[in-house]
């Protein structure tokens, strides 16, 4: 079964201004890419159809160096190859339907750089007694990379060096050996039980803004007080920091440590809220007693889009509850709803168990007990009133107990809908790109390709947007 890793990694001063380096030749391929693609999208009805040329869809990247970038041949001939494999891999995940076409990569943010098997090698030092990973090769060499594996981990084909608020990570995705249970063999095995057999088998989750996840037999996901004590002060320094960057020169170094401060203060929170949902979910997950996972099927992205605005008769506007609404959207988002569903996911299907969705309308209503709607039943946030049968609850854990029995009834009417998984194909092709002995200065072996007219507007084309890009070597950060 695929696993995925992420471990926290220390590079010496040195070898951060070579991994950066790296990132930044390989942004800069990909971003040449997507302006080539750009630039024959917006003529291939005028200049290339008429000419007969074909828009080219490949990984090539040797006409990217030439004259005016000979910093491209300072870096291993696999970093700039594998930035045109990524970009590839972009588009066709657009043309699948996956995704929107590849847009340019910025320079600020969480940066990565992708390093396929030629350019490194795992170790283990008994000295240390701590996990090396040894990087570049004799031309290009950048040493041993020391990193902390907190769980075991097979050695992987590719991985990804990214760094982050300044901190450095390596991750990698590996097969771990064991056999991944299938889906309808599980639906198949709970199928079995009868619905009393199965109320003590399900769980269901109501998710809210003041509480993010109600379990139906009492738990609830939260964040503790000193985090949200901790995660208030973040935001005041936040505030801080920000009113401070828009008082500063751009491109001056204290501007950079400025940036850097007010990255932690969001990687902090984000942290916290992934440690959190991760803890929950495991331990929903391992529960020996359930194996059974109903969710809402919440459009999170519906509900967090900001409302239209509204003109009165004579045509101007008027308030349209964007700033309530805005508060709103930031209380949906940060009680991560789609995160505990994604993290659940997976971590029941590692266990063999089950996670599936229902609808969620009037599942805040309806009475866990004798199945009545009304909003009447709902005289408060926190408390629900029954109005036929009398049932007072919690408005949460009724409404959890109300979507784990309609989780029973859809499992056991046979209405489970598995939804096919859409993949590009990419990674099934062994040809990655060129090679090192194929990378020339020049691109003689293009001109067979196209017209040479053609190919010089393309180069001014992505020379004049990738220009805006400061060359990587010339990067402090």
């Known amino acids: 079964m ?61 006409r990217f160096i030439g004259p005016d970038t000979p910093w491209l041949r300072e870096v291993p001939s ?29 320079k600020d943010g969480r940066q990565s750089v992708w390093i396929t098997s030629e350019l490194f090698t795992f170790r283990y030092n008994d000295k240390t007694h701590a996990s090396e990973l040894v990087l570049g090769t004799r031309k290009f060499p950048v040493g041993m990379l020391t990193f902390v594996a907190h769980r075991p981990y097979s050695r992987p084909s590719s991985l990804s060096v990214s760094v982050e608020a300044g901190k450095w990570y390596v991750s990698f995705s590996s097969d771990d050996g064991l056999p991944e249970p299938k889906e309808e063999d599980t639906v198949a095995w709970l199928r079995m039980f009868s619905e009393e057999e199965l109320q003590s088998k399900t769980l269901g989750f109501d998710r809210g803004v003041v509480r993010p996840v109600m379990a139906s037999d009492g738990r609830s996901m939260d964040l503790l007080p000193v ?11 936040r505030r801080r920091w920000q009113r401070k960057l828009s008082r500063q020169q751009k491109g ?11 990255a932690r203060t969001f990687e902090y929170t984000k942290e916290v809220r992934k440690d959190v949902v991760h803890k ?4 929903f997950a391992t529960d020996p007693e359930r194996s059974l996972f109903v969710v809402e099927d919440l459009k999170v992205r519906n509900m967090t889009k900001k409302p239209d605005p509204k003109k009165d008769e004579s045509g101007n506007f008027v308030q349209n509850g964007a700033r309530a609404k805005a508060g709103l959207n930031k209380s949906i988002l940060s009680s991560c709803w789609g995160l505990f569903v994604l993290f659940l996911s997976y971590k029941a299907r590692r266990n063999g168990k089950l996670v599936i969705k ?9 009475c866990a007990r004798c199945g009545h709607v009304h909003p009447d039943n ?11 049968c009398g049932l007072t609850d919690n408005a949460d854990q009724n409404a959890s107990r109300v979507i784990s029995q309609r989780g029973i009834r859809l499992l056991l009417g046979g209405n489970i809908q598995k939804k096919p998984v859409r993949r590009c194909g990419i990674g099934k092709q062994k040809q990655l790109g060129q090679e090192l002995s194929e990378v020339k200065a020049s691109g003689e072996d293009n001109k067979t390709q196209r017209p040479k007219r053609l190919r010089a507007s393309s180069a001014k084309e992505e020379l004049s947007v990738a220009r805006s890009e400061t060359p990587p070597t010339a990067q402090s950060a």
């Open 252 to 262: 001056s170094q204290n501007r950079k440590k400025t940036r850097k401060r007010l």
């Open 358 to 366: 229902v609808p969620p309308h009037y599942s805040s209503q309806e």
């Open 78 to 106: 696999q970093i700039l190859r594998n930035g045109a494999v990524r970009w590839k891999q972009a588009y066709a995940r657009c043309t699948a339907g996956l995704s929107k076409r590849p847009a340019f990569k910025r």
């Open 378 to 388: 709902r005289p408060s946030q926190a408390e629900f009133v029954c109005q036929r």
């Open 2 to 62: 695929q696993t995925g890793n992420r471990f926290r990694a220390y590079p010496t001063p040195t070898q951060e201004q070579i991994l950066l380096q790296w990132i930044g030749h390989q942004r800069f391929v990909y971003n040449a890419k997507v302006s080539e693609d750009r630039y024959y999208r917006v003529f291939a009805k005028k200049a290339v159809s008429l000419s007969g040329t074909p828009v080219p869809v490949d990984q090539e990247y040797a």
């Open 280 to 283: 929950a979910t495991h331990a």
């Open 227 to 237: 985090h949200k004590t901790r995660i208030e002060k973040k935001e005041r320094a």
